[in-house]
């Protein structure tokens, strides 16, 4: 079946850098990602989400960039900090008629000081 | 505040006596779901709902039951739960009916002897 999954189960990222967290997905009729992140012992709290009508969204310090040529999605956090500290989630919908999403495994986003 | 609210948030049982995790919102949301969460495999979706007296079958259907009587509630049931049932679960909610964006509860952390 189809599925999503991440390129890399952890990142180390110093404070203060900027940080990529990266998504493969392999269903070409996907019509929406979204990215989550959850800290330890909370549920996963909303970061942004983008439509495969655009390949570009800004939020505040995070970008979301999707290629639907090669079917990646990326996050990027702009001067990451200690808060930043958790787990990523991308998560896709499968195109008009499909009523769910599907969750990557996840990557573990380890800020340093 | 809006939000979404699970109870109980911790919850240990033995094998085959019936159990029901709540789950409400206050947001006037259409769409609710149940997930589980364990090591390595991201969310899992359990059942969805999309509206009133309307749910499905999500990937891990097997052992569960839901209902969707009222708007603002989707009890999660498990008539004879088993170790394998022991897991993290999410309740969460979306205004729009296709899925998108959804919020989620705190987690309810069940552990099945």
């Known amino acids: 079946g189809e599925s999503v999954g991440l390129h890399l189960p952890t990142l180390s990222v110093q404070e203060g850098d900027n940080s990529i967290i990266n998504c493969a997905y392999s269903?070409?009729?996907?019509?929406?990602f979204i990215w989550y992140k959850q800290e330890s012992g909370k549920g996963p709290q909303f970061i942004i989400d983008?439509?495969?009508?655009?390949d570009k969204r800004q939020g505040q310090r995070v970008t979301v960039l999707l290629n639907k040529t090669v079917k990646h999605l990326s996050l990027q956090i702009a001067a990451t900090q200690p808060g930043d500290s958790a787990v990523y989630f991308c998560?896709?919908?499968?195109?008009?008629?499909?009523?769910?999403?599907?969750f990557g495994a996840g990557t573990t986003v380890t800020v340093r000081a | 505040e809006a939000q979404v609210t699970q109870n109980p948030r911790y919850l240990i049982t033995v094998t085959g006596k019936k159990l029901t995790v709540t789950c409400s919102q206050n947001?006037?949301?259409?769409?609710m779901s149940w997930y589980r969460q364990d090591p390595g495999l991201g969310l899992r979706q359990i059942y969805y709902?999309?509206?009133?007296?309307?749910?499905d079958k999500g990937d891990v259907p097997e052992g569960y039951k839901v209902s969707r009587k009222e708007k603002r509630n989707f009890p999660l049931i498990l008539e004879s739960p088993s170790p394998n049932q022991t897991s993290l679960y999410f309740c969460?909610?979306?205004?729009?009916?296709?899925?998108?964006?959804?919020?989620f509860g705190p987690g309810t952390r069940l552990l099945v002897l």
């Open positions: 269903n070409s009729a996907s019509d929406y």
């Open positions: 969460a909610s979306s205004l729009s009916r296709t899925a998108e964006t959804q919020y």
């Open positions: 947001m006037n949301h259409e769409y």
């Open positions: 983008i439509r495969s009508n655009m």
């Open positions: 998560a896709e919908k499968g195109g008009s008629n499909d009523y769910k999403l599907s």
């Open positions: 709902s999309m509206n009133v007296e309307v749910t």
